[in-house]
């Protein structure tokens, strides 16, 4: 039954003792900042469809961003040789990737004459410069030092940047755990420049192989590795969703960012990120 208020019209004071004034409380939309989120979209065609495009960038930036909070704390639980909650944290951004894998879904009701009406407010703007995602890529051991050169122009993001580029990866931690257990790592992969491109190693593969041979004797490596493999899986098909989608809106057009489009996205589809891993599973 209606109260009185809600008969004259007035604002009620409480509904199902839910709390309604918050002129001097911290509300929801105050703790998560909706008024900047919901106000950062600005379409700049008249095209409806535009909004879906900015949103599904926008949306996609943020899971990126949670996942970098999550690998940075992964990768110093490995220096601590603490993995039970890196394992949490590696699993968690697995489950962000497959969530943006499934997010392609929606972006692909985008139609290419949809796109079309779009691109040309576009610019050379492209995922192409997105630094989360770069350093994401860094993160996970696909360093590239040329790529930093995209974002000279914003000083802070070129030092985020180029500090992720030097500092070791992921993968390097794990490396650098396994030989702190007593496998036995070449000096050279264990010292060798961060900022380079990683080569498959021998005795990275043979210390992965002992493990997967006795996991009862090495669980928590075992389980690091599997952890590792889950989430290299789930971002791959994030790379082949990415350049599927995007074949089927933009056919073989060259990128906004100024690539040739779908075959430099195709390319992208040849990283591993960690080759002793899949490797050695031909060994077993
Ligand atoms: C209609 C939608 C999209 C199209 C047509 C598209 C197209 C492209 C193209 C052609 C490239 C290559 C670089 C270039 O020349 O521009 C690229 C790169 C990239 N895009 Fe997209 N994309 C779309 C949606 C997205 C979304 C939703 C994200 C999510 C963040 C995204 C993230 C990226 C990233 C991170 C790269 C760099 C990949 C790398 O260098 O390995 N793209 N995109």
């Known amino acids: 039954m209606s109260n009185n208020n809600e008969q004259s019209g007035k604002c009620p004071m409480s509904w199902h003792g839910a709390k309604m004034d918050f002129s001097a409380a911290m509300s929801y939309g105050d703790y998560l900042g909706l008024d900047q989120i919901l106000s950062a979209q600005h379409p700049r065609s008249p095209n409806h ?29 490995l220096r601590l040789g603490d993995l039970p909650p890196a394992f949490k944290m590696l699993s968690r951004v697995a489950r962000i990737m497959d969530q943006l894998v499934h997010a392609w879904d929606v972006l692909a009701t985008m139609t290419p004459s949809e ?72 000096q050279e992969r264990l010292e060798r420049d961060w900022t380079q491109p990683v080569a498959a190693n021998a005795s990275v593969k043979a210390a992965w192989l002992k493990v997967y041979q006795a996991p009862e004797q090495h669980w928590d490596l075992y389980e690091l590795a599997e952890k590792l493999v889950d989430m290299e899986t789930a971002f791959r098909i994030w790379r082949f969703r990415h350049v599927t989608t ?29 080759a002793e891993l899949f490797d050695l599973r031909t060994d077993l």
């Open 246 to 274: 995007v074949e089927r809106i933009i056919g073989y057009k060259t990128g906004t960012g100024g690539t040739a489009g779908v075959s430099y996205l195709r390319k992208m589809l040849d990283v591993v990120l960690f």
């Open 115 to 186: 796109y079309s009406a779009i691109r040309p407010y576009l610019g050379a703007s492209s995922g192409f410069q997105s630094h989360q995602y770069r350093e994401l890529e860094f993160l996970l051991g696909n360093k590239n030092a040329a790529l930093l050169s995209v974002h000279e122009s914003h000083a802070d993001i070129h030092q985020k940047l180029s500090d992720t580029l030097q500092t070791p990866s992921i993968y390097d931690e794990a490396i650098m755990l396994m030989a702190r257990s007593g496998f036995a790592i070449d």
């Open 49 to 77: 469809n535009e909004m879906l495009f900015i949103i599904q960038h926008q949306t996609s930036e943020l899971w990126i961003k949670l996942m970098l909070h999550e690998l940075h704390a992964v990768r110093n639980q």
